[in-house]
């Protein structure tokens, strides 16, 4: 272990769900994530924002060991999931991750995306994981849907179906990318509701986005990515009241709008 890792651990935040020290990941010569910090605690919604490129996809598939860490630590509630000796299948388990493009299984009908994780990762019967699953798709607004396939779903419910999916788990935590940009103007409303209520019902959620009026209403805590680093971080009010230049000019503001 590194002088620089052994640091990190040490500086680990073992109440939070989720603890990022130092982490460093980068493609060829291009440094994404340069010594990010980050917490995320029981029942906490964070948002990160930031520029294309500033780190907050590749900063989600770096949690869910989507992507090879150069240094740093990831805990999951203080466990070191960057350990290379750790299952990683083990630690995504333990995650829920909704991507951009929805992701279903188009072969599969609603109920069998669903499920397939309960029965194959969890192991769990099928009865109890088709109960489980009918009971989410009921509580996502997609009852009565369950035999349908993906392609005979709208761009909303399809991204519904992919929440319930990440859901149906009972994650530790809730990794959401920019879950509305592949989705119709009309159709964000409803994506966003539904958040809005997996957030009120105390899911611990990590969610990049652009929507600053979702982050305004749902968001305990709004980080701001940065050169590879969280660069200001605060409850939702900064986005109306800047502390940084960068972020000021991330959101359009004009400099006498940034708090000295």
Not at 60 to 82: S, W
Not at 136 to 155: F, H, W
Not at 159 to 174: E, G, H, M, N
Request: aromatic share 4%; net charge negative.
């Amino acid at each position: 272990m590194t002088d620089r890792v052994s640091d990190a651990v040490e500086g680990l935040d073992p109440t939070a769900v989720l603890s990022v020290r130092g982490l460093r990941l980068g493609f060829g010569q291009y440094l994404v994530l340069d010594g990010l910090d980050l917490d995320v605690r029981e029942h906490e919604c964070v948002v990160l924002l930031g520029a294309s490129g500033s780190g907050k996809s590749t900063l989600l598939r770096a949690i869910d060991l989507l992507e090879e860490v150069e240094d740093g630590v990831i805990a999951l509630r203080g466990e070191d999931v960057t350990d290379p000796r750790v299952n990683a299948d083990r630690v995504r388990a333990r995650l829920g991750l909704v991507f951009q493009a929805f992701n279903l299984f188009g072969h599969l009908t609603v109920l069998d995306n669903l499920t397939l994780a309960p029965r194959l990762v969890h192991g769990q019967d099928r009865d109890t994981a088709e109960a489980a699953a009918l009971a989410m798709l009921e509580r996502v607004g997609l009852a009565g849907r369950e035999r349908a396939y993906p392609e005979q779903l709208s761009g909303g419910q399809q991204q519904r179906a992919a929440i319930a999916r990440a859901l149906v788990t009972s994650p530790d935590l809730l990794l959401l990318d920019e879950v509305t940009s592949a989705l119709d103007p009309a159709l964000v409303g409803e994506v966003l509701d539904l958040l809005a209520e997996v957030r009120a019902a105390g899911t611990t959620m990590l969610v990049a986005t652009h929507e600053l009026g979702f982050a305004r209403r749902v968001a305990d805590r709004v980080c701001f990515l940065h050169e590879g680093r969280v660069w200001e971080s605060g409850p939702p009010s900064i986005i109306d009241t800047p502390t940084t230049a960068e972020l000021a000019a991330f959101l359009g503001s004009p400099p006498d709008r940034v708090r000295g």
